[in-house]
T-cell receptor, first 110, second 112 residues
Framework: KNEVEQSPQNLTAQEGEFITINCSYS?????LHWLQQHPGGGIVSLFM???GKKKHGRLIATINIQEKHSSLHITASHPRDSAVYIC????????????FGEGTQLTVNP | NAGVTQTPKFQVLKTGQSMTLQCAQD?????MSWYRQDPGMGLRLIHY???????DQGEVPNGYNVSRSTTEDFPLRLLSAAPSQTSVYFC???????????FGEGSWLTVV
């Protein structure tokens, strides 16, 4: 079992739909990242959170440390949101290692 | 502000050849790391560094060497390339591991 499990692996939505991507992890962590990878490969950081909830534009990330679970929500989805979304937790000695989920491929159709 | 610069973007190697993937950042970040990304698998940590002169192995270090002589640079060396090292490689940096992480654009490596 991977330390970081994402669901779903693939998600297709219609423009305007509310989207949720889930991330579960099996070890204690100090922080969790949500990343976005566009076609062509570039990876950008969306959120880093260690508790509660963060919001940036149409994106919302939540984390429940006790349940070892995080969610990424996209409101009013748009075709430009089509990308791979990756969660990664910070762990290891001194919190120096990132462990990544396999990613969720999101396709938003117009 | 260039961020994280990774070169080359594409490279084809023959089995047994050696090469170095370059990574440089201009944000004065202490933490730098190298990952490989393979189809159907998440990014996997190869090596990382928490500061100049300090490196450590990640999840998949075999066949790779790193050094960190300056804060800015963190090159990844393939000692004797094997087809199993065909992958996309990403360099990343952050001030500390739990802070916002910045990725290079990736290096597509094919070993034939």
């Amino acid at each position: 079992k991977n330390e970081v499990e994402q669901s779903p692996q693939n998600l297709t939505a219609q423009e305007g739909e509310f989207i949720t991507i889930n991330c579960s992890y099996s070890v204690g962590i100090s922080a969790l990242h949500w990343l976005q990878q566009h076609p062509g490969g570039g990876i950008v950081s969306l959120f880093m959170l260690s508790s509660g909830k963060k919001k940036h534009g149409r994106l919302i990330a939540t984390i429940n440390i006790q349940e070892k679970h995080s969610s990424l929500h996209i409101t009013a989805s748009h075709p430009r949101d089509s990308a791979v979304y990756i969660c990664a937790h910070v762990g290891g000695t001194s919190g120096s290692r990132l462990t990544f989920g396999e990613g969720t491929q999101l396709t938003v159709n117009p | 502000n260039a961020g994280v610069t990774q070169t080359p973007k594409f490279q084809v190697l023959k089995t047994g050849q050696s090469m170095t993937l370059q990574c440089a950042q201009d944000m004065n970040h202490e933490y730098m790391s190298w990952y490989r990304q393979d189809p159907g698998m998440g990014l996997r940590l190869i090596h990382y560094s928490v500061g100049a002169g300090i490196t450590d192995q990640g999840e998949v270090p075999n066949g790779y060497n790193v050094s960190r002589s300056t804060t800015e640079d963190f090159p990844l060396r393939l000692l004797s390339a094997a087809p199993s090292q065909t992958s996309v490689y990403f360099c990343a940096s952050s001030y500390v591991p739990g802070n916002t992480i910045y990725f290079g654009e990736g290096s597509w490596l094919t070993v034939v």
